[in-house]
């Protein structure tokens, strides 16, 4: 009996490595070198479907109209024609911050096609404590306001976003959740409200996140099937109307110099548009890669630890430890199983339990041979 017991008590150590680890910040760092490994070969939805248009304010539609900013008037003109051609939704990735008050303002020409649409979204930016809504505004006929927040990781790479933001409380869905709110409003239903319990959050008179989610998996396999053209192709009518009917628009600036580009996981920059977008093509399928709590990793890794543990001691019938095989198998394919309904769960701690285990086994016919070679 002793024997036993103390063959049980050896499963203890791992057990309590398996603990540290899901507390630790290594499982972060573990995360991200996971994601960027599986961002070069999984695919979460199907890139066939998407209803995505690109239209970029590049080099050459600035260098056409004659600099950077563009005048609002044509801001304006190009809501109109996505407007006769039946788009969906337009989400129009330009901060129009401040209003024009001037003589020569194009502002209301600007609203007035807003209006006219009825399904622009249009983002806020926030700066040293404050809000800054499109054009001075409460709101806007015809728009609706959205966050553009995409933060960056230590290391500069782009992985994740947070579908709700803003000052003190985060009111502000994000660009991308703003477009399917007016592109498919019931599926916006899924991704309504608060993820994180009110004290969990941090609210403060900063800002403040909600409802976080990694970006999909294979963003690079995305961009070459979504349809894009310059704004100076629209302008000059060079694009078939039909092209636009039905599809969430994203209009965005594509140039570096004016607006920074964000690095993923590949080594490639891509536009905040271009990430808005495909974040969008995700949520439109029913996909948000949401990663979970540190205690959902922790429990399945304590429970595969223990598993692995107990089928090692060799006074267990076969029959006990058949079901314990069974448990860790499921233990162990259950992180890849719930990928794909877009849950992430950690399989640092469940690596750091099993390892363990094995390094107790190895230590313990270690000291078992010492203990029978002769003096």
């Given amino acids: 009996m002793f024997v036993r017991l103390k063959q049980i008590a050896l499963i203890i150590p791992p057990l309590l ?47 056409r109209l004659s600099g950077w900013p563009i005048e609002r008037g044509v801001h304006a003109k190009v809501i109109e024609h996505l407007t006769q051609a039946g788009a ?8 129009f911050v401040v209003p024009n008050t001037g003589r020569q303002s194009q ?11 009825g399904r622009v979204v249009l983002p806020m930016l926030a700066e040293s404590g404050d809000e800054m809504l499109p054009l001075g505004l409460s709101q806007i006929d015809g728009a609706l306001f959205a966050h553009a927040d995409l933060p960056v990781d230590q290391d500069g790479v782009l992985r994740r976003n947070y579908l709700l933001a803003g000052i003190a409380y985060p009111r502000w869905p994000s660009l991308s959740l703003a477009t399917l709110k007016t592109f498919a409003p019931v599926k916006a239903d899924d991704y309504s409200g608060l993820r994180s319990p009110y004290l969990n959050i941090g609210f403060s008179k900063q800002w403040s996140r909600d409802f976080e989610v990694f970006l999909p998996l294979g963003i690079e396999r995305f961009l070459p099937q979504v349809r894009r053209f310059s704004l100076s192709e629209l302008l000059d009518d060079q694009i078939e109307p039909a092209l636009f009917k039905d599809k969430a628009i994203f209009v965005g600036i594509n140039n570096s110099t004016i607006e920074k580009k964000f690095q993923l996981t590949n080594g490639n920059s891509y536009s905040a548009t271009e990430v808005q977008a495909y974040l969008f093509s995700g949520l439109n399928q029913g996909y948000a890669l949401s990663p979970s709590l540190p205690v959902w990793a922790t429990s399945l890794a304590l429970v595969t630890t223990l598993s692995f543990g107990l089928i090692c001691l060799v006074f267990l019938p076969i029959w006990v430890k058949l079901l314990l095989v069974g448990v860790l198998g499921l233990g162990v394919v259950l992180p890849v199983l719930l990928l794909k309904l877009g849950f992430w769960i950690s399989y640092f701690p469940m ?3 099993l390892m363990g285990v094995l390094l107790v086994l190895l230590l313990g016919k270690l000291i078992q041979q010492k203990q029978k070679s002769p003096a």
């Avoid at 996971?34 to 890139?47: E, G, K, M, R, T």
């Avoid at 969906?88 to 901060?95: E, H, P, Q």
């Avoid at 502002?107 to 649409?117: E, G, P, T």
Wanted: net charge negative.
């Fill in 17 to 63: 490595f398996t603990l540290m680890a899901g507390l630790s910040s290594m499982t972060s760092w573990f995360d991200r070198l996971s994601y960027d490994a599986l961002s070069q070969h999984y695919q979460p939805f199907s890139l066939s479907a998407n209803q995505v248009v690109l239209i970029d304010i590049d080099e050459a539609s600035i260098r």
């Fill in 107 to 117: 502002d209301s020409r600007l609203l007035a096609a807003v209006k006219n649409n």
């Fill in 88 to 95: 969906s939704s337009v989400t129009y990735n330009v901060a």
């Fill in 351 to 353: 690596l750091v339990g």
